[in-house]
């Protein structure tokens, strides 16, 4: 009498277990899966490595340099240099600087390459006007620096204008006495970032669209409601671009100053960069230099990591 293959039937509303045919495609799946992952890290590996030769690895080492002294023989020190940031009056005055350089690069470029972005976006003569905004931003800091040297120094183009128009009592050494010789620096570096931010917010308004600010004209807003309340929220995404760039590019600015006045008079317009450079290459402190530099990379990490958690916990990511 011929057998039959009988299988319990599954219990009313149980899924029947999956047999060899239906498991089958799962470890297709699972393999795909793994080639894909395998194919990918491979991709990232060339990348990976790069950046831990020449970005990691120094800094490992930064950091373990900045625990020693100022000779190759000197035992461990322990935070002996970081303590200079405390007992140094030079290091003390960077601090300050960098904290107004972050100050006037974050706030300047944004307020006017928005206002400049605003007020060019539909003008007639927007073109012309973007060119001598965007000009100085293809200029590298060095040039820019011998532009306003040009203009800055005793005898340069500033105070002779202000001889020729009878207000010779104004005209003093604009690069002589702090702060205003810091304060002139970052004006200087504002007229050269302006010009990224300008471009930036030129691409964020016209990619807004035109009917929302159509319906809040429709429903009564005047011009700075449409900008406050419909314009400004959809350029968000740009801002956090133009204040990060601009935050990362005032905590380490170096060329502008350093032909400028290189950190003087003595070094009261030094910042964590540019003293960061002068203890370690020219008064031969590696162990200090090594400390700015850990101090000035936890800085930009800081404040960074702060300001886009920040926009993101606000966009409610």
Request: aromatic share 10%; with cysteine.
């Amino acid at each position: 009498m011929p057998t039959t293959d009988r299988r319990p039937s599954a219990p009313l509303g149980e899924p029947a277990a999956p047999g060899p045919a239906a498991r089958r495609p799962s470890l297709a799946h699972t393999a795909r899966a793994t080639r894909e992952r395998l194919a990918a890290g491979g991709f990232m590996a060339p990348a990976v490595l790069l950046v831990t030769l020449f970005l990691l690895a120094p800094f490992v080492w930064t950091v373990h340099r900045s625990f020693f002294g100022d000779s190759r023989t000197t035992p461990f020190s322990w935070f002996d240099n970081y303590t200079l940031f405390a007992s140094d009056p030079a290091l003390s005055r960077s601090v300050q600087n960098t904290l107004m350089w972050v100050v006037g690069t974050v706030v300047l470029p944004f307020v006017l390459g928005l206002a400049i972005a605003c007020m060019t976006d539909a003008s007639r003569f927007s073109r012309l006007a973007r060119l001598c905004v965007v000009l100085p931003y293809a200029l590298s800091g060095s040039a820019v620096a011998v532009v306003w040297n040009f203009m800055l120094t005793t005898d340069g183009a500033v105070n002779q204008v202000l001889d020729t128009f009878g207000l010779g009592s104004l005209a003093q050494g604009w690069l002589l006495t702090w702060p205003g010789n810091t304060i002139v620096m970052i004006l200087a570096n504002a007229w050269q970032a302006t010009g990224v931010a300008v471009i930036l917010f030129l691409v964020g308004l016209q990619s807004i669209p035109p009917e929302t600010i159509e319906a809040a004209s429709l429903d009564g807003a005047t011009g700075w409601q449409r900008f406050r309340h419909v314009v400004l929220p959809q350029l968000r995404p740009v801002s956090i671009i133009v204040i990060g760039m601009s935050l990362v590019n005032g905590l380490k600015s170096f060329d502008l100053i350093w032909v400028l006045t290189q950190g003087g008079p003595g070094r009261a317009t030094e910042t964590l960069a540019v003293s960061m450079y002068n203890e370690t290459f020219l008064e031969l402190r590696p162990g200090a230099g090594a400390a700015i530099a850990v101090v000035l990379t936890v800085i930009v990490l800081a404040a960074s990591w702060v300001y886009l958690r920040r926009q993101l916990d606000v966009k409610g990511v």
